[in-house]
């Protein structure tokens, strides 16, 4: 896969001021990795994109900053703190490597994702009994098996383990009943796919590994983010005595 680098690369040496935050990718519903917690320290920048210079931290990761944020001159290396990325989805080696193994011989971004889109789909079991809400994509990718959060992770994950930057898509999918069945009502569900960053031409393309396809009108938006922590459908808490089954269906309907 070719590397991801605007046109108006420029290699060397930046400093970054104090404050300055470190993202996984070059807008706001990225990961923010960490944030300068005092004085400036030298990196190597790679590539900058919409006001954003990619720079290069320690030996693995990379990350983007805002040129606002960078300070002046060049300066030398001294020691920076960077907090965790949200546990919900970590890098990991094992998810890296099928990353790369799966996008070796794709020739751009939107033809890696797609592979890795699709390498999730034939690879993994849609299970909805194999995990749990709070399951993180390492132990998905283990157990091979989940549902579309569970594929969602995984292949963001895999994306931002060789350096592409995607975000968590929270919304609707429209279901097509078979050929002269009726449509049955309340059928259709929440669902969950992937937003990546395909270059500046391609820009953000959407892909569904749950079911092996780019997002399209069937698939219905309802919020972007780091995971799906960030835009969890139902957030809060019930109190009650006794028993109680809660019951949930989703009904999309298409307005002519």
Known sequence: MPPLTAPNARPGRVTLGAGATIREAPDAQA????????????????????????????????????????????GGRVSYALNHMPPRIQLDHAITAYAHKVMANAPSVQ??????????????????DATKVDTGPVEAFGLKRGVCQDFAHVMIAGLRGVGVPAAYVSGFLRTIPPKGKPRLEGADAMHAWVRVWCGQHAGWIEFDPTNAMLAGADHITIGHGRDYADISPIVGVLRTSGQHHAKQSVDVIRIE
């Open 31 to 74: 990961d923010v990795l960490g944030r300068v917690e005092a004085g400036a320290f030298a990196v190597d920048a790679e590539a900058e994109l919409d006001g954003f210079v990619r720079v290069k931290l320690g030996e693995t990761q990379t990350g983007w900053v805002a040129r606002s944020e960078l300070g002046e001159g060049t």
């Open 111 to 128: 033809a890696a994702a797609m592979a890795l889109c699709l390498a999730i789909h034939a690879d993994f079991k849609y299970d909805k």
